[in-house]
């Protein structure tokens, strides 16, 4: 199975089909050389959100790459608690400006309910319509090349599809081996969604795995690298993150082996408990 370094989106958009993850990573001196040392390695998609609060390192690492802006997929979210239309567009006007770009490449509602809040997310709904109202217009706009969401399940994508007409490009998932979330993905590819899979080692629970290491001996990789190529063959955008210059460096070595449709499915069926 020949795996592609680019998708296509459903509006022809190209995005590079491994992100480098941002999340954890805190702002400043630390958020900047792991961007800058995975620019260097050869990652052209860079993953932050207004809620990991470093976007501002993100953003000096990429200008100081030397490369120029449309060398590099960016993408950023809007805060999960931060709803509605106008709070939207000013907030999203606010990551610009701290990216210190002119446009976004993608843009996401990173939740559908605020983190920790004790109501269902269906309450938001309404919300989350008005914010994706306003996405669509900053799409329009030429702000954003192309716009999605975040941990949304079928039942919150569908009220802002028919409200809007528009579907998303993207949804951005927890997803790792063991946690397939099939609904969902099924949902997206009859939609022509791409999902995106984050915590791609289930935050460090994957490399605990004896069966993984043993698959991972059998292709010369390591585990990290198993677990990569694993979501590329289902089809998935995965986004790595490291602060470490050789595991940023590894993470991208991924397009050079093929995992059996047997190992596959062992994969499949691991378990990293959440």
């Keep these: 199975m020949k795996i592609e370094k680019e998708y296509i989106l459903s509006n022809g958009v190209i995005i590079p089909s491994i992100a480098f993850g941002t999340w954890q990573i805190p702002n400043g ?17 860079i993953d932050t959100a207004a809620a990991y609060g470093n976007e501002e390192s993100v953003g000096k690492a990429i200008k100081d790459s030397g490369l ?28 610009l400006d701290r990216l210190g770009v002119k446009y976004l490449d993608l843009y996401l509602i990173h939740a559908p309910k605020p983190w920790g809040s004790s109501k269902d997310a269906l309450e938001y709904t309404d919300l989350n319509i008005e914010s994706w109202k306003a996405f669509v217009k900053l799409y329009h706009d030429g702000y954003i090349r192309s716009i999605g969401v975040s941990n949304f ?8 599809i028919d409200a809007t007409g528009f579907v998303p490009h993207v949804n951005q998932i927890y997803l790792n081996p063991g946690v ?16 995106e899979a984050y915590s791609p080692f289930a935050t460090g629970r994957l490399f605990e ?24 063959q289902h089809g998935h955008l995965p986004l790595p993150k490291s602060v470490h ?23 499949d069926k691991l378990s990293f408990k959440r």
């Design 29 to 45: 001196e630390v958020a900047y050389q792991s961007t800058k040392d995975a620019l260097e390695a050869g990652y052209r998609h």
């Design 68 to 95: 120029k802006r449309a060398e590099v997929f960016i993408t950023s979210k809007l805060k999960a608690e931060l709803k509605g239309y106008q709070i939207t567009m000013d907030e999203f006007h606010k990551t």
């Design 153 to 160: 399940g079928p039942e919150h994508i569908k009220p802002l």
């Design 180 to 195: 397939l979330q099939e609904e969902t993905v099924l949902f997206a590819r009859e939609h022509h969604i791409l999902i």
């Design 209 to 232: 795995s004896k069966e993984i290491h043993e698959i991972a001996e059998k292709y010369h990789k390591n585990a990290g690298q198993i677990a990569l190529r694993w979501s590329l």
């Design 245 to 267: 210059k050789h595991r940023i460096a590894e993470n991208l070595n991924v397009f050079d082996f093929e995992i059996t449709d047997e190992d596959m499915m062992r994969i």
